[in-house]
């Protein structure tokens, strides 16, 4: 099978895959018990006329889709479950995904508008690239001096920062620069809280850039610490299998310098593990996210998800479900074609 | 097997591995004989409190231990024949006190009884029955919490009976301070009385005709003759800054330092605990102006029913005299124990009795009792309310453990069954199981456990946890189900397996008696390498507010601490994650050297 195959079988699976979330997210929140009465409970209200009662909570659950016309009788006909779905599965394949509790807002426009998909990419964007950059520079430098106490030192710290438990990472890293350090940095959110108000914010990008820097700085570093151990444990093993090749032998013995050998012939040869592998571990980096943001209440997608856990906020967290996976999906097929792109060695099943 | 625990014994990372979790197991299996405290409810001294063994470093050296004047549940022995700390004491000889051993509030316990002879016609009388004991710490305790159970005539316009708790401290020249009605009138030194040199009090602004000014700054005794008469100034200092000399002058007024030496109020003394003359981080703040009373609401006094009343007690974090000494950032027990001195404590009985009667009046006193938490406790400290956070930690280890095992066992088996039906059955089978597989190894993990928590939670109501390890269980199955089903793969076209199907045995009998055991290690190493991502996921889903709340666990701790506001609190904040650390480290530490002993490949390359 060549290229074009793999790509295809890759596309086919992707789409099965989405196809997969749709229904899933379906299944569990269908086992969610409690919807029966709640409108019930709406229509105590008593602003309602008694004789409008039942109207009332006609229409709403009309608006919920949970009721499709009357029989003959001129009985409400609950909707079934195989309407529901179809219902829900057009809405999420366009994007339709309700009106969050908590606001009433259309919850896309909760999600771009308000700034929290830009603040969540900042964050990841940020934080990934230094972790990359640092993982990649000290895994090559492990992999040089292996054995010495500086690759068993940088193994070991990488070791441990892979697995602590990140909200417990962040909430020391607070301890340290905020309460021991410096209690005049900020340990919470994205901007300043008086911000809000457009008097008292500063217009000059020069003023606003080192302030967001700072309450960039906890969170990036939180994250970066969370994923470069990975990237330095990989770059390591990668970057030693590289090295006892022959033609690492050959540049050594053409007199090429060290640093040539290493940055120039190996890196290069064993970086595209490493860039995929970024790739397939978005999952891995927004599980960190929705935890990093929810310690520094950092107003991204996982600060949002903690919040509508907190406020049964349903619709959000289904599509937030919903979006995170689809991320990671996409993320995955990029990585797949990425590796079919750069890799003309790889044999496709 | 003695030759596989030698060789597992020769690893030192093993045994690393292998103390650890045999100290969290036994913490955790023994938390009940190992701690008297609940986790939660029981408060053992003052919120916040560092650990004991902070007192020794500079920082921590005006921090107190609890002091507990127990006299609970009641008087068991005569309080008041010689060689006792009590004693009793009258302002007229025909009100006395005896010990009677056989009526108590407590069950079995006697009472102290004080009585008034009412022959000789109407009077005033008030009569003190105390102990003294020493608060050896240079620093304040936190919180004080004193009772009494008293058993006295019903009150009457011809006899009203009233009793006061109170701590004082014994030194002359000091102001003392009551727990009495905050109705009473507010404590001031009469003209001519010795001021006082305890930085703790402050007095009002004295004119020249020696008239209180309130609302006004300290009198500095200005002309030096340790009396308050005419001619005092009120002084306001100015503010001091970290590190400056500290005036020894006990009426100079300083602003309120918190433990980072920043200003945060305008009307606190500083009062220079470690005596080192600095105002340094370990100065305690102490009382501003007084603008009020600083008392105790005790609302049963006087007496309005007779026989015992249950007894009362009065805690200096609830109540009036906390509304109103904390308006000046202060709790009452700061108030009164400030620095190192002997204190009595007591109760006042008043009795006025309008008219001559043959009937003694005898009003009884038991179940005394002085709890004064410090602000220093055990191991690891306190929490938001005062609970022990030790306690916390070996509780909290128990249900981390069992999460994470149990989660990691049902882990391990399902993906055992699914790898080993995909594996061995192979076709059909094998394709739907390993795209089901990997779909769900695509899915992200921690927005699935979340939304699945979320929706069965509820369902499962109060058994939470149970719901957690379900869930966790039931998504950790993935990856071994792709490792078993490859070594099936594998083992399948060995020739011990081809020879038993040549013997005519079944699919299910190959699979269970040659292929399951030839996997065996392999369950072993993947066993102990799930725990500590099953340890984590419970983590980060019970401080994501999602875990079972009536229990505590590693995460909910971190959750508590973070929903508290308490992220300052390092005692509070290390010793849960570092724990969660730790034990995930031991259980890699094992299951890495479980596999260089399963796999040959692994231990020769060592």
């Not at chain 1, 990668?238 to 190996?266: C, F, N, Q, W």
């Not at chain 2, 066993?527 to 666990?553: Q, R």
Request: glycine share 10%.
């Amino acid at each position: 099978m060549g290229l074009r195959g793999y790509l295809v079988k890759r596309s086919i699976n992707t789409v099965i895959l989405i196809l997969f979330v749709i229904t899933l997210n379906f299944v569990i929140f269908e086992l969610l018990p409690g919807t029966q009465g709640s409108v019930a409970g709406l229509a105590e209200n008593p602003k309602i006329p008694p004789e409008r009662k039942q109207q009332f909570i006609d229409s709403e659950l009309t608006r919920y889709g949970l009721l499709c016309g009357y029989d003959s009788n001129h009985n409400p006909i609950p909707c079934s479950v195989w309407e529901r779905f179809g219902k829900y599965f057009w809405a999420m394949v366009t994007f339709n995904f309700g009106n969050s509790f908590q606001t009433g807002d259309p919850i896309t426009q909760d999600m771009i508008q308000s700034g929290r998909l830009a603040n969540t990419l900042l964050l990841i964007g940020v934080s990934s690239v230094i972790a990359l950059a640092l993982g990649i520079f000290l895994g090559v430098i492990s992999a040089k001096k292996r054995g010495s106490f500086i690759d068993s030192t940088m193994v070991t710290t990488s070791l441990v920062t892979f697995s602590l438990p990140t909200f417990w990472m962040a909430m020391v890293l607070v301890l340290v620069f905020v309460f021991w350090l410096n209690p005049t940095w900020p340990a919470s959110g994205v901007t300043p809280a008086n911000w809000i108000d457009p008097k008292l914010a500063p217009t000059s990008i020069w003023q606003v850039i080192p302030v967001r820097l700072q309450y960039l700085f906890l969170p990036a570093l939180t994250l970066t610490l969370f994923q470069y151990g990975g990237h330095l444990l990989l770059t390591r093993a990668t970057m030693l299998e590289a090295l006892s090749e022959d033609y690492i032998t050959t540049a050594r013995a053409k007199g090429l310098p060290e640093r040539t050998v290493l940055y120039k012939h190996a890196l290069k040869n064993a970086s595209l593990p490493i860039v995929t592998s970024a790739a397939l571990n978005f999952g891995f980096i927004l599980s960190g996210a929705i935890i990093t943001e929810t310690v520094f209440a950092w107003d991204g997608l996982g600060y949002w998800l903690y919040n509508a856990i907190n406020w049964k906020d349903i619709p959000v967290m289904q599509a937030m479900f919903f979006i995170i996976a689809l991320c990671v999906i996409v993320a995955n097929f990029g990585a797949d074609v990425l590796y079919g792109l750069l890799d003309p060695r790889i044999k496709y099943e | 097997m003695s030759g596989f625990l030698r060789t597992l014994f020769g690893s030192k990372m093993a045994i690393a591995g292998l103390i650890i979790l045999i100290v969290y197991t036994f913490l955790a299996v023994g938390a009940n004989v190992i701690t008297p405290y609940d986790p939660e409810t029981s408060i053992v001294a003052g919120a916040y409190a560092p650990p004991s063994w902070y007192r020794y470093l500079s920082e921590g050296s005006a921090l107190s231990q609890n002091v507990f004047l127990q006299q609970s549940p009641g008087f068991f022995s005569d309080p008041l024949q010689s060689g006792t700390s009590w004693s009793f004491a009258a302002s007229d000889p025909r009100v006395t006190a005896s010990y009677d051993p056989s009526f108590s509030y407590v069950q079995g316990g006697g009472s102290v009884r004080v009585t008034l002879d009412r022959i000789a016609g109407p009077g005033n009388y008030t009569a003190t029955f105390k102990t003294t004991f020493d608060w050896p710490y240079p620093g304040p305790p936190a919180r004080l919490i004193a009772s009494l159970a008293v058993n006295a005539p019903a009150g009457s316009p011809e006899l009203p009976v009233s009793a006061t708790l109170f701590v004082e401290r014994i030194s002359g020249g000091y102001a003392k301070w009551n727990l009495t009605d905050p109705t009473s009138t507010i404590v001031r030194p009469a003209f001519g009385s010795l001021l006082s040199k305890d930085p703790l009090i402050t007095y009002y602004r004295t004119g020249t005709n020696a008239t209180w000014v309130p609302g006004e700054p300290v009198i500095y005794d200005s002309n030096g003759n340790g009396k308050y008469d005419t001619g005092e100034t009120a002084i306001v200092g100015s503010l001091p800054q970290k590190g400056a000399t500290l005036s020894t002058d006990p009426n100079l007024k300083y602003i309120d330092t918190s433990k980072s030496g920043n200003w945060t109020a305008v009307d606190s003394v500083v009062y220079d605990s470690n005596g080192s003359g600095f105002f340094d981080a370990a100065d305690t703040l102490v009382a501003g102006q007084s603008t009020g009373n600083n008392n105790l609401s005790w609302s049963s006094y006087p007496f309005t029913t007779p026989g015992w009343q249950s007894p009362r007690s009065l805690d200096s974090n609830s109540g009036t005299l906390q509304q109103v000494v904390q308006k000046r950032g202060l709790n009452p027990a700061q108030l009164i124990f400030g620095s190192k001195d002997q204190y009595t404590f007591g109760v006042r009985v008043t009795i006025n009795s309008a008219l001559s009667s043959a009937t003694p009046v005898n009003v009884y006193l038991d179940n005394m009792n002085l709890k004064i938490y410090g602000t220093s406790f055990g191991l690891l400290g306190t929490d938001y309310q005062g609970a022990d956070v030790w306690s916390q930690l070996i509780y909290g280890a128990r249900i981390s453990l069992m999460v994470g095992l149990l989660s990691a066992f049902i882990g391990i088996l399902l993906g055992l069954v699914v790898g080993l039906v995909a594996g061995y059955l192979g076709k059909v089978v094998d394709e739907v199981l390993m795209r089901f597989t990997d779909m769900l190894l695509v899915i992200p993990g921690l927005p699935l456990l979340i939304v699945l928590v979320t929706v069965l939670g509820g369902a499962f109501g109060s058994g939470r946890t149970l719901a957690l390890i379900l869930v966790i269980g039931f998504l950790g199955w993935m990856g071994f189900a792709r490792v078993v089903r490859s070594q099936v793969l594998s083992l399948k076209e060995r020739p011990f397996v081809e020879a038993a199907k040549a013997a005519g045995a079944g699919s299910g009998h190959i699979t269970i008696r040659h292929i399951l055991p030839n996997i065996v290690g392999l369950i072993y190493v993947n066993l102990a390498l799930a725990v500590p991502g099953a340890i984590l996921a419970e983590a980060a889903l019970s401080f994501l507010g999602l875990g079972d709340v009536s229990v505590l666990s590693w995460g909910r701790m971190l959750n508590l601490v973070e929903t508290t506001g308490s992220q300052k609190i390092w005692w509070w904040v290390i010793p849960p994650g570092l724990s969660i650390a730790l034990v995930s480290v031991a259980f890699v530490m094992i299951g890495f050297s479980l596999d260089t002993l399963f796999n040959p490949r692994l231990r020769q390359r060592i």
